[in-house]
T-cell receptor, first 114, second 113 residues
């Protein structure tokens, strides 16, 4: 099973709302990633968790707050977003500790901020 | 930071033709990955390459990890309409106790029946 499951698939939220994106994998991977992808652009790295600890934050605004409650789950909490934050948000996972590993992606959450 | 130069940016081909795309970088990567992405979906892993010089096939797809660890190519033979999509290369490395995966800008493939 190489499945990474993201929910919801679509999300529309107002600029004053608080919402969360969820990601789950059961491959035993200990590295999990959040990416943001705008139309016709490649995915851009936002956060990396390694062994449930935040290891990389690519200078992401604080209105995006990641959380890794356990080795299978990754959340992205959203608060006070701007319309320019509308994008496809992708979760990925891989083995950790080597850099010699496959990374698998979920199908993404299409976020629209109104 | 690490950057990947992927080319061509787009390709328009006839069904049955072969396709080649490549990625280069000034940085060394541990792993090269090739993905295909359909509109509104997440990238799907096609091929993973781990060793310099490695040549790997997956059906009609063939990819190679450059000997310098700074480049990779992907070939698609006998293209079919369902090959349409955006193909991304990605390089993975390990730095500061964490994995990082960076992407090329993508090659948009159009296949005319």
């Amino acid at each position: 099973d190489t499945e990474v499951t993201q929910t919801p698939k679509h999300l529309v939220m107002g600029m004053t709302n608080k919402k969360s994106l969820k990601c789950e994998q059961h491959m035993g991977h200990r590295a999990m990633y959040w990416y943001k992808q705008k139309a016709k652009k490649p995915p851009e790295l936002m956060f990396v968790y390694s062994y449930e600890k935040l290891s990389i934050n690519e200078s992401v605004p604080s209105r995006f707050s990641p959380e890794c409650p356990n080795s299978s789950l990754l959340n992205l909490h959203l608060h006070a977003l701007q319309p320019e934050d509308s994008a496809l948000y992708l979760c990925a996972s891989s083995q950790a500790g080597t850099g010699y590993t496959e990374a698998f992606f979920g199908q993404g959450t299409r976020l629209t901020v109104v | 930071g690490q950057q990947l130069n992927q080319s061509p940016q787009s390709m328009f081909i006839q069904e049955g033709e072969d396709v080649s795309m490549n990625c280069t970088s000034s940085s060394i990567f541990n792993t090269w990955l090739w993905y295909k992405q359909d509109p509104g979906e997440g990238p799907v892993l096609l091929i993973a390459l781990y060793k310099a010089g490695e040549l790997t096939s997956n059906g009609r797809l063939t990819a190679q990890f450059g000997i310098t660890r700074k480049d990779s190519f992907l070939n698609i033979s006998a293209s079919i309409p369902s090959d349409v999509g955006i193909y991304f290369c990605a390089g993975q490395y390990f730095r500061g106790g964490s994995e990082k995966l960076v992407f090329g800008k993508g090659t948009k493939l159009t296949v005319n029946p």
